[in-house]
């Protein structure tokens, strides 16, 4: 497993993460048990879960999995999302996050947080109070490190500015939708994470699965497969074409197509990991293996021709 600065901090995280997303819902306890025990065989450090994932399960799970080698991770989580109803339980208020961060520590039975993230952008709160409230987590020693995920570039660059002008600590990473199928981010978002040192983290790498290649046209989707019920707009005459090049410029190299997913977002040296998600052992070995691939750059041209 190759390992990457997160942004310009010094922390070490593995060029491909663990998604949590399916822990307390698709996943029981002993289900996620044996995806989290594979990740350090493979060399997987990074974690990236939520409080909101499987109403809260998601963190129990990862926190009773690791006691004993809770020093092997660097566990991600995040907080905006409503989990309950009422003033001030959801948002990006001091009020709400310091809260949860007491929650989150309990529920991942730990004393601190490698990376707390800003799950959504909150309109309703000042980013200022925001961004003082995670720079004195800092000093608390509840978190290590700040980012946040689903903001836009203008919503990255008005944090990292606001956190300047207050002289205080400000996200080291920011986690969007990206993949070959979803490449908006590209516009705004990466280059400005490029220039200001703000590792990027992206996740739904394989397009909800469509990338994996087993999903192909005239053929019926995997039995409980995530879009056997919805095709969430993929299922399309160009994305199938499209998947037959990449799966037949993966297979004159030996590689897959889910190789090779992994493997052109990797090429950007900005990206400090890709979050992936997975269900079974096994799939945590395919996601880590893809990680040797390093494109060349014809290749990376050639593939990016392809795309959308």
Not at 114 to 121: A, K, S, V
Request: glycine share 8%; hydrophobic share 35%; with cysteine.
């Amino acid at each position: 497993m190759n390992y990457r600065k997160l942004g310009k901090s010094g922390l070490e995280v593995s060029a491909i993460g663990l998604g949590a997303n399916n822990f307390g819902g698709r996943l029981d306890y002993e289900s996620s048990d044996f995806v989290i025990s594979q990740l350090f065989d493979v060399g997987i450090n990074l974690i990236d879960t939520s409080n909101s994932y499987g109403n809260t399960l998601s963190e129990e799970y990862i926190g009773r999995s690791l006691e004993g080698r809770r020093e092997k991770a660097v566990i991600a989580t995040k907080v905006s999302s409503r989990l309950s109803e009422g003033p001030n339980q959801a948002g990006n208020s001091r009020k709400h996050i310091t809260e949860q961060v007491e929650n989150s520590l309990t529920r991942l039975r730990t004393d601190y947080i490698d990376l707390y993230q800003i799950h959504w952008w909150d309109s309703t709160t000042p980013i200022e109070e925001t961004l003082r409230t995670l720079d004195d987590l800092v000093t608390q020693g509840k978190i290590r490190y700040f980012g946040c995920s689903n903001f836009s570039a203008w919503q990255v660059c008005e944090s990292v500015w606001t956190s300047k002008e207050l002289g205080i600590q400000t996200f080291i990473s920011a986690q969007p939708h990206y993949s070959m199928l979803e490449r908006n981010v590209e516009y705004e978002l990466i280059p400005f994470c490029g220039k200001y040192g703000v590792g990027i983290l992206p996740y739904f790498p394989l397009a909800n699965g469509f990338l994996t290649g087993k999903y192909r046209k005239d053929s019926p989707s995997p039995a409980g497969s995530r879009l056997e019920s919805d095709d969430k707009g993929l299922f399309t005459e160009g994305n199938y074409a499209l998947l037959e090049k990449l799966i037949s410029f993966s297979k004159e190299r030996g590689k897959t197509v889910l190789d090779l997913a992994f493997a052109w977002l990797l090429y950007n040296g900005d990206i400090s990991s890709v979050i992936a998600g997975a269900t079974k052992p096994e799939q945590v070995i395919s996601n880590a293996a893809a990680a040797d691939w390093q494109l060349t750059d014809k290749e990376y041209e050639e593939v990016t021709q392809y795309l959308p």
